[in-house]
């Protein structure tokens, strides 16, 4: 038998499993086609349906809606709190989430709890909380009520979750030993952190500060008591639109939506560029 019978059959064997590997078998294609349409149905035609909407008003009807002064300031005010917002979410949330997984100490499991509050809490309750904290009233003699700093504790509240629960599970399967070696080599604490742990955790952390931006700028029910929703001071863009929405008004809350869809996009695409570049480096 020559080379050539033998290595015959193993080119066709590679061709079959190029040939799987490149197409979809009935199963996956029904899968593919079902997750596609659900994805149609929930996100894109939505999205799509606000598009039409927006418009329907012509580009001087849109303009006149995003430069009009009172729905500017809201703009301003949602994506500027949102974005502080995201940084301190950043910073805090890998502390945090570092603490419960590398620490042992009593209150762990009490803690853990707790940081799911706002997840689980409906956001007109915890602007009930928030306002009886720091209202008017406040036990601790902390009033924020009818102030921008509001919108920030309100944002802070219902945003914390997300960057300790992405990087949590990830920090917790990193593999110690990696980071031993690197200590028996020389490597400083920070060293080890920089080139080792921080490239792991930079795409965790770029799903959670992307989770928290986009629920930011899209919260209510949680700051509407506390920020008294005061035109061109504590309004946000939720606010806006629902003004907007009850004045029969769709075209003009659509072009807000708009809006906040391109920021959320830009925000999105920078954050997945930052986790590249610092992966690529690390």
Excluded: C, H
């Amino acid at each position: 038998m020559t080379a050539v019978d033998v290595a015959a059959p193993a080119r066709t064997a590679r061709r079959r499993r190029s040939g799987r590997a490149n197409g979809l078998t009935a199963t996956s294609g029904l899968g593919l086609g079902v997750s596609v349409i659900w994805f149609s149905l929930l996100v894109l035609i939505p999205l799509s349906a606000v598009l039409v909407k927006t418009s329907e008003g012509g580009w001087s009807g849109f303009w006149t809606t995003i430069s009009n002064e009172q729905t500017a300031a809201a703009l301003r005010l949602t994506v500027g709190q949102a974005l502080l917002v995201t940084v301190v979410n950043v910073f805090m949330g890998t502390l945090i989430a570092w603490v419960l997984v590398r620490d042992e100490f009593f209150g762990k499991r009490a803690l853990e709890v707790v940081i799911d509050i706002p997840f689980a809490l409906p956001t007109i309750v915890a602007g009930l909380v928030l306002l009886s904290l720091y209202g008017a009233n406040s036990p601790v003699g902390v009033n924020v009520a009818n102030t921008r700093t509001s919108v920030f504790v309100a944002f802070l509240f219902v945003t914390l979750p997300f960057v300790v629960r992405t990087v949590q599970p990830v920090l917790a399967e990193l593999d110690a030993d990696v980071e031993e070696a690197a200590a028996s080599l020389g490597a400083s604490r920070f060293t080890i952190f920089r080139r080792i742990i921080l490239p792991a955790l930079v795409p965790a952390i770029s799903a959670g500060a992307a989770l928290s931006f986009a629920r930011a700028i899209s919260e209510y029910g949680s700051l509407v008591l506390l920020s008294g929703n005061l035109p061109l001071r504590t309004e946000v863009t939720s606010v806006r639109m629902l003004s907007y929405i009850e004045n029969g008004d769709l075209a003009s809350a659509s072009a807000v939506a708009t809006i906040l869809l391109l920021v959320a996009l830009v925000v999105i695409v920078a954050l997945d560029v930052i986790q590249r570049r610092v992966s690529r480096r690390g």
